[in-house]
């Protein structure tokens, strides 16, 4: 069974049973603000979810083209895409628990021929403020499935929403096909990633509204939520070993491999997963930039072509590729054949963009490797700020007869992903992980910030709050009015007199006490171990910080405070930028 014939079988079966189909919604999503991409077919729906009633009534069903970049470091494994699609059907306030288990149960067993036997279900084990759902495992049971093939977990895998800050959620069961193969022990279970377990559909109990402060209070109506994922169902339904065996990926793999010299399985499957979901976004007339959604996609491309150069593909192949998706999709979705032009136009300026800044990345390598050995902190500086995938730099200093620190460079890996995921997460959400320099720069420059703050406005500036994005820093603190233009570009200019001056920027490890003893910065209601890194930018500033920041100031462009305003009483909030990108 292919694709087309699984979502055609799906959407029948739902209408048989009362409900009306809905078309896809865009990838930008309408109806929810919260989040940059479409991440399930819930999103479309959240007004309805929330009780507005909808114009094709209760029951709904319908096939919705989705953007994950969560997932983004599991794609090269047999299932995990950043664009993929998802049934689903839904229950406004209608149906509950025994209808929705029973159809799926239904659907599985006499539509797609699904041995029930290898079926797994999960439920979710209960919490302080949501009991266990022994209602579904009951309903489970008197289907005929097993306790020892019901599997209770917690929030982290049995509970579904809010994609973004706040909006609809709640506990879910969700279904998978045991493939038989186990790769990790007889402690094997549903959720665990070793690929014994296919999970394909996933069926939510929509009774919650979170909020953004974190509560959850009953909906007004009780909704149920499913979806089901169309290249790992097509998979398990052919018996395939991955999403890429499916009629959904097969044209674009035969034409990787026509533009390829080396074979990779895992470079081929993430070329095809990104230009794939490239092709989508920028369908939506979303070109590459360093904001938001432009931002997403740009990371795509570039990791796309990155790959792409490990296995040989030459100048040009992106376009190639992407045509390879349109002709695929545009009957299905004929958006990316009417956008045809401005996808491959902008896939072309893109590539031709990044291969420019690989270049002056070869510069800087050379440069490197004169000095010998390749230090796992200078690979990850080859990586951030010049996109080198480690493997090409393994590559390239293997030609020149010199090693690299690979567990250092993952160690820096680690260690970044570490920070950025506590500064970018709340305004990043559904957005790509984020480890770019821009954040680094940034990071470093609110450091000059504050530091500029203090001696500008001579007040004992604390800083109370620090987001920061690629974009741009935001930066809170204790202020009780607004800063006239004469302040803001005296702040400014000390800043960037301070990036012109090249000023070092280094750490040392100390106590607690002794960091206070010299004076470095810090917020000191936080809690901090007893060793704690200060970050010297040269004799300017010193703040207890964990990093990551540049190794000079010189490399950060110029600072530019583009926001102000007071966001509580006595608080200030700064948002600036820098100019000069590296990476355009
Ligand atoms: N929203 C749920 C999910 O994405 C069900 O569709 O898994």
Known sequence: MDSKELKKKYIEFFKKKGHAEIKSSPLVPENDPTVLFTTAGMHPLVPFLLGQPHPSGKRLVGVQKCLRTGDIDDVGDPTHNTFFEMLGNWSLGDYWKEDAIKWCYEFLKDELKIDMNKLHVTVFAGNETVPKDEESAKIWKSLGIPEDRI?????????????????????????????????????????????????????????????????????????????????????ILNGYKSVYETDLFK???????????KSDEKAERIIADHLRASTFILAEKIPPSNVERGYVLRRLIRRAIRYGRLIGMKEGFVSKIAKTVIERYKEEYPEVKQNEEFILEELDKEEKRF???????????????????ISGEKAFLLFQSYGFPLEMTVELAKERGLKVDVEGFHKEYKKHQEISRKGAEKEFKGGLADTS?????????????????????KRDIIQKGS???????????NFDRKLTDEEIKKVEDLVNEKIKEGLPVYRKEMTL?????IGAQGV???????????????????????????????ELGKFKIVKQKSVAAGVRRIKAILLNNSDE
Request: proline fraction near 5%; charged fraction near 30%; aromatic fraction near 12%.
């Open 437 to 457: 320099y821009e954040s680094i720069k940034l990071h470093t420059a609110t450091h000059l910030l504050a530091e500029a703050l203090r001696r500008v406005l």
């Open 251 to 261: 044209p674009i793999m035969e034409k990787i491999n026509e533009l390829k010299e």
């Open 513 to 517: 006490e002794e960091a206070k003893k």
């Open 524 to 554: 000191f209601e936080e809690k901090y171990g007893d060793k704690v890194y200060v970050y010297f930018i040269d004799d300017f500033s010193k703040e207890i910080c964990g990093g990551p920041h540049v190794k000079n100031t010189k």
């Open 355 to 373: 291969l420019k800044t690989l270049e002056s990345g070869l510069k800087v390598f050379n440069k490197i490797a004169k000095e010998g050995n």
């Open 467 to 477: 987001n920061i994005t690629p974009e741009r820093l935001r930066f809170d603190f």
């Open 151 to 235: 599997h209770y977990m917690g929030m982290e895998d049995n509970w579904w929403g809010p994609p973004g800050e706040e909006g609809p959620c709640g506990p879910d069961t969700e279904m998978f096909v045991d493939t038989g193969k186990s790769k990790c022990g007889p402690n094997c279970k549903p959720g665990c990633g070793c690929g014994k377990y296919f999970e394909i559909w996933n069926a939510v109990f929509m009774e919650y509204f979170k909020t953004k402060d974190g509560k959850f209070e009953p909906l007004k109506q009780k909704n149920v939520d499913t979806g089901m994922g169309v290249e790992r169902t097509t998979a």
